[in-house]
Structure formats: C-alpha cells, structure tokens
C-alpha cells in the first residue's frame, strides 16, 4: 500500500456545493463599491476575508488574488459568498469570462433564495445581468472551493 492520500476533488466539489445556487452578475463597479452598494441596496453585511481570497498562480513570477466576500444570514443560517471573478485582464473562471460577479447561496431553500436576490439585483441600474448558472457547465469550480 502506497503511503500517499489522494484528494476526491469530484466528492469534495459534491460536497461543497450541495445546498447551493450560484448567480452570475454583471457589474462595472470595482469590488469594493459593488460590496458596499448590496449592502446598502439589499439590507445585508457583506465582509471581506482576506485570507481566504483566492489566489490562483497566472505565471511563473505572478500570482493573482480574487477577493472574497461573505455573510451568513443571522436568522435562518443561509450563507451569502460573492466572488470576484476579474482581475485586471485575468479571469477566475474563464468558462464564464462575461461576468464579473460570482454569488454563491448556501442555504435549504438555494435555489428560491437565489431567484428573490436576482429579483432584487435587477432592480439595481449598476447591475446589468444577473443569472442563475448550472454549476455542471463550470470547468473549473474547484477554484471556488474555500
């Protein structure tokens, strides 16, 4: 028997992802405005992690940081995750290279709670898509895991 473990990514994903939906937005604000005006638009308190932003290696001598912002509805425990998804010229998921936001909703009721919040976000001028998205189309969700 070989002393290595090796990681079920698929299992993992599985895991990670279940009780989820995942809306893609489009927005030209920076991160930080966008953050601040769900905020105050959607009545929540989003919050930057900073050690768990991602950082994905783009080349040798560079590597490139998206943030993460989350909160976790106090009442029924429904957890808000908002992922950046462009930095710069770099992309985080480049299957989904026309957005700029990543939402994810963890919580028993995803997938209604994430087609009220895209009721809400189309009424926002600065937002100009929000969709949900199958996470079977995305290549590369293993970058979101945290």
């Known amino acids: 028997m ?17 009780d989820t939906a995942l809306i ?39 590597q490139v940081y998206y943030s993460i912002y989350k909160y976790q509805m106090p009442l029924n425990g429904s957890t808000y995750t908002l992922y950046q998804l462009k930095r710069d010229k770099d992309i985080l998921l480049p299957e989904v290279k026309q957005l700029d936001y990543l939402w994810m909703v963890q919580s028993a009721s995803a997938e209604e709670d994430a087609q009220k919040l895209i009721q809400h976000l189309r009424e926002i001028p600065e ?20």
Do not use: T
Not at 2 to 18: H, N, P, T, V, Y
């Open 24 to 62: 893609g937005i489009v927005s030209a604000l920076p991160h930080y405005r966008f953050c601040w005006l769900m905020n105050q638009k959607l009545d929540i308190e989003f919050a930057r992690e900073p050690e768990q932003d991602i950082m994905v290696q783009a080349s040798a001598k560079r």
């Open 127 to 146: 937002v100009q898509l929000a969709q949900v998205l199958s996470p079977e189309r995305m290549k590369n969700l293993s970058h979101l895991i945290l």
């Open 2 to 18: 070989s002393g290595k473990l090796i990681l079920d990514m698929e299992a993992m994903q599985e895991d990670f992802f279940a």
